[in-house]
């Protein structure tokens, strides 16, 4: 069995409100992407992300409903050092994003902030501390 991971998919409200915010975090997607139904792009590594509207899953699950409460999984995004994550951050919230959780030394070694994305998804920024 040839079984591997290959693509990670997110389901948006706004399209281009959350192609922005991973633009924010050096993702290389076009400006022309904004106004698609289905973006994907293809990672370092060769994992692709991929994003769609409510109404392309609808259109194949009509019945799909928005999840509720707190997210249980999120992309994690690793920094140079300590001080970008807290630069990146500070930029992201600066932006009008929901810092979920404040930069912080995390006690498994890491400095570890977490930013929500337009949808409410989690962006988790971390280095190794020195």
């Known amino acids: 069995m040839d ?8 389901v948006v409200t706004d399209m281009a409100a959350s192609l922005a915010f ?14 698609q139904p289905h973006v994907e792009t293809t990672l370092p590594g060769g994992l692709r992300l991929a994003w769609d509207t409510v109404e392309t899953v609808r259109s194949f699950t009509p019945d799909w409903q928005e999840p509720s409460g ?4 999120s992309l994690a995004f690793k920094c140079a050092s300590p001080d970008e994550v807290d630069a990146v951050y500070a930029k992201l919230v ?4 929901h810092g979920h959780c ?15 994305d337009p949808d409410g998804n ?9």
Do not use: K
Not at 22 to 35: K, M, V
Not at 122 to 130: Q, V
């Open 22 to 35: 991973y633009r924010h975090l050096g993702l290389d997607i076009p400006a022309e992407a904004d106004d």
């Open 102 to 116: 404040e930069p912080w030394d995390a006690f498994w070694g890491q400095r570890y902030a977490v930013v929500e």
């Open 3 to 10: 079984v591997h991971l290959d693509l990670v998919g997110m």
């Open 70 to 73: 707190s997210p249980r999984m």
């Open 122 to 130: 989690t962006a988790d920024l971390f280095c190794p501390n020195a």
């Open 94 to 97: 600066g932006l009008g994003y």
